[in-house]
Nanobody, 125 residues
Framework: QVQLVESGGGLVQAGDSLRLSCAAS????????AGWFRQAPGKEREFVAR????????DHADSVKGRFTISRDNARNTVYLQMNSLKPEDTAVYYC??????????????????WGQGTQVTVSS
């Protein structure tokens, strides 16, 4: 059974940093690309960042570029999201996800098959 478990969320002040982790089990993680998405209350789930299977390619949404960094450690079956210079508008539930085996990865959340339960990030002004 595939499981993705996020951790590292919390309540911080604007300008602070957080590092989210997503631990994968039940699959050979190095065979899968991965992505981070977020959903704020009343809004649709939106793309944050994605990373290739080997970690050599990354892509970040314009809204977080230069502040957030996605990375992965396949030996630990874990993908990370380092979030610096947090803003109140970053407040959301953050989800990690993986697409179906053999699929190319995308910015579109509908292309992802496996999802974690989410971790809340709240940034106060």
């Amino acid at each position: 059974q595939v499981q993705l478990v996020e951790s590292g969320g919390g309540l911080v002040q604007a300008g602070d940093s957080l590092r989210l982790s997503c631990a994968a089990s039940g699959l050979t993680f190095s065979d899968y690309a991965a992505g981070w998405f977020r959903q704020a209350p009343g809004k649709e789930r939106e793309f944050v960042a994605r990373i290739s299977r080997g970690g050599g390619f990354t892509d970040h949404a314009d809204s977080v570029k230069g502040r957030f960094t996605i990375s992965r450690d396949n030996a630990r079956n874990t993908v990370y999201l380092q979030m610096n210079s947090l803003k109140p508008e970053d407040t959301a539930v953050y989800y990690c996800a993986a697409p179906p085996f053999g699929s190319t990865y995308s910015r579109d959340p509908s292309a992802y098959h496996y999802w974690g339960q989410g971790t809340q990030v709240t940034v106060s002004s």
